[in-house]
Nanobody, 127 residues
Framework: QVQLVEAGGGLVQAGGSLRLSCAAS????????MGWFRQAPGKVREFVAT????????HYADFVKGRFTISRDNAEYTVYLEMNSVKPEDTAVYYC????????????????????WGQGTQITVSP
């Protein structure tokens, strides 16, 4: 049974920093690309960042470039999202997700390509 468990959410002031983690189990972590998505109230879920199996490829949404950093620790089966200079518009539920990528490095931005999802963690950025 695959499980993705996010942690690190909470309330932060604008301009502050936060680090999310997502611990994976029940899958062979090293053959999955990992992604972070978010969904704000009343909005559709949107792509935030993705990282390939060995970390060779990363891709970010334009609205987080230069502020957020995705990384992974394959020994710990964990993916991270370092969030700096957060803004009130970053307020959302953040989800990590896993996409199966056998044989090649992949960094996918479409949520439909991700088979497994965490339960989400709430980030609230106050002005």
């Amino acid at each position: 049974q695959v499980q993705l468990v996010e942690a690190g959410g909470g309330l932060v002031q604008a301009g502050g920093s936060l680090r999310l983690s997502c611990a994976a189990s029940g899958l062979t972590f090293t053959i999955y690309g990992m992604g972070w998505f978010r969904q704000a109230p009343g909005k559709v879920r949107e792509f935030v960042a993705t990282i390939s199996q060995r970390g060779a490829k990363t891709h970010y949404a334009d609205f987080v470039k230069g502020r957020f950093t995705i990384s992974r620790d394959n020994a710990e089966y964990t993916v991270y999202l370092e969030m700096n200079s957060v803004k009130p518009e970053d307020t959302a539920v953040y989800y990590c997700a896993a996409t199966y990528c056998p044989g090649y490095e992949c960094a996918r931005i479409t949520d439909g390509q991700y088979a497994y999802w965490g339960q989400g963690t709430q980030i609230t950025v106050s002005p």
